[in-house]
């Protein structure tokens, strides 16, 4: 059998292949951060496609964390009946299914939120926004809401939770010294910024027990001057893996900051493929804990090569499944042709709309084709 469909387990979660869904923003949850019907099925249908593990959306984990409208939360013990829902249908369909824990930081929309945005400190850039320096007392407090929300994660059915720690988001911002700029014992050194996580691992783990998968998303770079280094997210990838996190995925930039953002833009040869693949392996060489690459895969022979190599143990996209959801189908019954998403990033602007994510460019597409059919016929 191809490795990339055997199956594998990280902690007591078993995997049915090692293709995961990458978390993304669906825009299709309520105003409140509730599961909706077309949330469903949007989790359906990529289970019916065959991906082993879904991630959900970043779920912000209390109301100041909020960062894009129409997101899924997991904030209030309300929303847990709704999140036991999409679990369920996940199930039915033969997928495993973790919840990504998320606070935006200062990058918080304080239009969604109606308070200001928690900054790490103060970073110079902050313009005319509203924006609020956390406090000791602070931290305490998004320590436990984080705990918390993996609690109804675990109850509402999801088989773990994955800390979002990646792309500029608060936790990120913690780790990296252009927004980190603090002297107390929670910036400076790479020890201090990793404090807030190892102190969120141990709450979590505390809530949710030992055979309970956590999971945690860290850039290998920020890609920005003052970012974290190679050596920062090494010393980084170590200490987690010593703490007891049960798979690391590796990403790469920061959101808002054009061209080496995390999605980007075309990725239109094998050559541009899985983009952070010269990083993850150099994280294999230093933990053994499961790794998941995650940047711009799009070809079978790309994800194969990483699996066998040994450069990564999971395969994570998220565009490609916009645009393909039955991909990994169809590469499981021999049609080995690459995903057809064209990394034009086009999906994203229906969900800033109100109409949730998809793929414009295959839209566009069909009505072309339409339209020749139709001129076809009258020629």
Known sequence: MN?????????????????????????????????????????????????????????????????????????????????KEMTSAVHENGAKIIIQLAHAGQFAEEKLTDRPALAVSDSGDFSERHIKIITDEDVQRIVVSYSQAAKRAQEAGFDGIEIHSAHGYFLSQFLSPAFNKRIDEYGGSIENRTRIHLMIYHSIREAVGDDYPILIKINCGDFIADGITIEDSLYMAKLFSQTGFDAIEVSGGIIRTGKLSPSRPGISTVGKEAYFQEYASRFKKEISTPLILVGGLRSFEVAEKIIFDGIADYISMSRPFIRDPDLINRWEKGDLRKAECKSDNLCFTPGFGGKGIYCVTREIEQKKTSSQDICSRFS
């Open 3 to 83: 490795k990339l469909f055997e199956e594998s387990s990280i902690n007591n979660m078993l995997l049915k292949n090692r293709f995961v869904r990458a978390a993304t923003w669906e825009g299709l949850a309520s105003t409140e951060g509730e599961v909706t019907p077309e949330l469903v099925e949007m989790m359906t249908i990529l289970a019916k496609g065959g991906v082993g593990l879904i991630i959900s959306s970043h779920a912000y984990v209390s109301p100041e964390g909020q960062g894009t409208p129409w997101q899924l939360g997991v904030y209030k013990d309300e929303l847990i009946p709704q999140l």
